[in-house]
């Protein structure tokens, strides 16, 4: 069978090292393989650091791009996956910027998931209060949306940005309680009643300093990523006399070793999908062979997430 | 009638009982603040109390923050400075049956006020200790040795052959880590600053003392990088340090805080969080204590007395001075940190 994809010989610049090719694979099975056609796949931070080479993980060369996509089976030797089911798949070393693959049985998506599972932790009950940085990324509208599911309160920061105002009022109508700008976090953070039992940390720097620092006495600050490409900042008297903890959360690491939770948020994830509840975020479509324009708005920081439309199957978003 | 009773009750016992303390009545530059205070105690020890006779106390940095002001507890003033020492009890209450003169003590808690040759305790406010201790071990017990003791048992499950790492090794608290790595066969990785003189000797002495591998901060950022995967490490510097420290904790190990003394922040890499899934906790040894574990604080008294009774603990050097030396004492406890200053 042929595909199209776009793959990568050398770690660089993933506007120049990424190209568009067309090749030849067996539709020939393994066990407990399945066949698939890829519908759509976003470009994630993470992506561009495998590209890049700047990730932990680091395929063999030459590998397929991305991690993330959605898509239908047209071939499967697995016994809980036929021909005709839509799947999902995240993981760190799958390949979906093409249009066929041959996948091992998995259905993640790595936004929810992520919020899902750090929203666990830290003893939240119905009532509490959250308080994450990075509000407008993926996780973190993951995040407000799950949370207004679960009946907890969030306090979410954003950077400033001419169109503050907006944002603001979305994130907000998403389920929001409170959003501030980083400078507001200096002038409102230490005067606000409800102390954050939960932390959630993307971005690092001295925002990570400043959203443990909220934390109520024995609170928890939950690391899921390092957008500012800063180390992550605690205060000495957040962990000695606070008595906060903080810890990292990586979601294939947290699956691999929770498989009964992992079926539960996996079941009520769709469930919100399906209700309504949770929304994808807004994404810019493009098709495969606008792979350059698309990995250029991605790491320009000033586009929305960027998705590959691979086959318009007109019901393929979830 | 009644005044003239009690005009002679403390003529009697200023007379007989007259005893020297340090007291700060605000808060502000210790050397400053803190000035020699004389005070009667009555004649006979109140119910329910203890007259103990202070032998020694140390300045630790945590009084000097104290008296400055900028410490979490403050007690009300005036306030005697000091929350560490050893004190025998010279005579007690009427109907205390727990104590008896000739005991070793130090305080239950902080906020005691050691700086003191004599005082009146209610009983719940000391705690006995083993009489095998010496002076300078019973002295600084309580904040040290035990913080040491705690963060290598309350954590990580640490068995023999395990490695534990930690920065400013130098310390008091560093010092004993090293002590109880070596009694309990843990390795121990010491992170030190490194110094234009004496460093050498530096290595031999904390190796003496129980460290495996000592190095200094700047090779722990280049050729010591990703050699060490310790269970524990345990952070009393923050800044770069804490981020080379993070860097060699093992997967699922655990980064232990108990001082700041860089004053920065704790600087942690993405990937220790996210690819070795380590956490971090912080420890306080006067939280400890304020939440009870008194049968944990009887068992490892005893541990620490064998340790120091059989010479496989030692005590730091100490530079002792007469608590009527209190103002050079203190001045020198802010500036001169090879020695901790005693007050005997």
């Known amino acids: 069978m042929q595909r199209r994809a776009i793959k990568y010989s050398k770690f660089g610049d993933p506007r120049q090292v990424a190209e568009l090719v067309t090749e030849t694979i067996s539709a020939e099975l393994e066990p407990n393989e399945a066949l698939v056609r890829w519908l759509a796949s976003p470009i994630n931070p993470l992506d561009i650091n495998k590209l890049q080479g700047a990730y932990a993980f680091k395929p063999p060369l030459p590998a397929i791009g991305g991690s993330e996509a959605v898509g239908r089976v047209i071939g499967s030797s697995v016994t809980k996956l036929s021909p005709g089911d839509k799947v999902v798949i995240f993981t760190v070393n799958s390949s979906c910027w093409t249009d066929l693959s041959v996948i091992q049985g998995a259905t993640l998506m790595i936004n929810p998931t992520t919020a899902w599972i750090m929203m666990r932790m830290g003893g939240m009950e119905k009532g509490d209060w959250l308080i994450q940085n990075s509000a407008n990324s993926g996780v973190g509208r993951a995040v407000i949306e799950i949370a207004r599911e679960k009946g907890y309160h969030t306090i979410n920061i954003v950077r400033d940005r001419p169109q503050i105002r907006e944002l603001k009022n979305e994130l907000i109508r998403m389920g929001g309680d409170i959003v501030w700008t980083e400078e507001e976090v200096r002038t409102e953070g230490k005067n606000f009643k409800g102390r954050p039992k939960l932390a959630l940390n993307g971005v690092g720097g001295k925002s990570c300093l400043q959203i443990s620092s909220l934390l109520s006495r024995g609170g928890m600050l939950v690391t899921y990523g390092g957008m500012s490409k800063k180390a992550h900042e605690i205060s000495t008297s957040s962990l000695v006399f606070n008595g906060i903890t903080a810890v990292g959360v990586a979601n294939a690491l947290w699956m691999a070793n929770h498989e009964e939770e992992t079926k539960i948020m996996l079941s009520e994830i769709q469930e919100f999908y399906v209700r309504g509840a949770l929304h994808s975020p807004p994404m810019e479509e493009h098709p495969l062979e606008n792979y350059k324009k698309a990995i250029e708005n991605s790491m320009d920081g000033k586009h929305a997430k960027q998705i590959f439309i691979i086959d318009d199957e007109k019901s393929s978003k979830i | ?344």
């Open chain 2, 1 to 344: 009638m009644l005044s003239s009773t009690r005009l002679s009750h403390s003529i009697h016992s200023l007379r007989s009982l007259s005893t020297l303390q340090l007291v700060y009545s605000e808060h502000g530059d210790p050397s400053k603040v803190i000035r020699p205070s004389t005070v009667s105690l009555p004649s006979s020890v109140p119910c329910g109390q203890v007259r103990v006779s202070w032998l020694a106390a140390p300045i630790n940095p945590a009084d000097i923050n104290q008296i400055q002001g900028v410490y979490p507890v403050k007690p009300p003033l005036p306030a005697v400075g000091g929350n560490e020492g050893v004190g025998r009890i010279e005579e007690v209450g009427s109907d205390v049956s727990s104590f008896k003169k000739g005991d070793l003590v130090i305080p239950a808690r902080s906020g005691l006020g050691t700086w003191r040759k004599m005082g009146d305790h209610s009983v719940d406010h000391v705690w006995p200790i083993d009489n095998r201790f010496s002076i300078e071990a019973g002295a600084t017990l309580q904040v040290n040795p035990s913080t040491a003791y705690r963060m290598l048992k309350d954590f990580e499950d640490l068995k023999e052959g395990d490695t534990v790492i930690q920065n400013g090794a130098n310390s008091g608290v560093g010092r004993s880590v090293m002590q109880i790595c070596k009694i309990r066969g843990l390795k121990c990785v010491s992170v030190v600053r490194s110094r234009d003189t004496g460093m050498d000797e530096l290595r031999e002495e904390l190796s003496e003392l129980g460290s495996t591998t000592v190095v200094t901060e700047e090779e722990m950022a280049s050729k010591m990088r990703g050699k060490v995967k310790a269970r524990l490490a345990l952070n009393c510097v923050g800044g770069r340090s804490s981020l080379f420290l993070a860097g060699a904790v093992a997967k699922r190990g655990t980064m232990v805080t108990y001082g700041g003394m860089s004053k920065q922040p704790l600087s942690i890499p993405t990937a220790a969080f996210i690819f070795n899934d380590i956490s971090l906790r912080g420890f306080w040894m006067s939280r400890w204590y304020d939440e009870g574990n008194t049968q944990e604080r009887t068992v490892m008294y005893r541990d620490l007395a064998d340790w120091f009774a059989s010479g496989r603990m030692k005590t730091p050097p100490f530079e002792k001075i007469p608590m009527d030396d209190a103002t050079a004492a203190l001045e020198k406890a802010q500036t001169k940190f090879d020695k901790k200053m005693l007050f005997v």
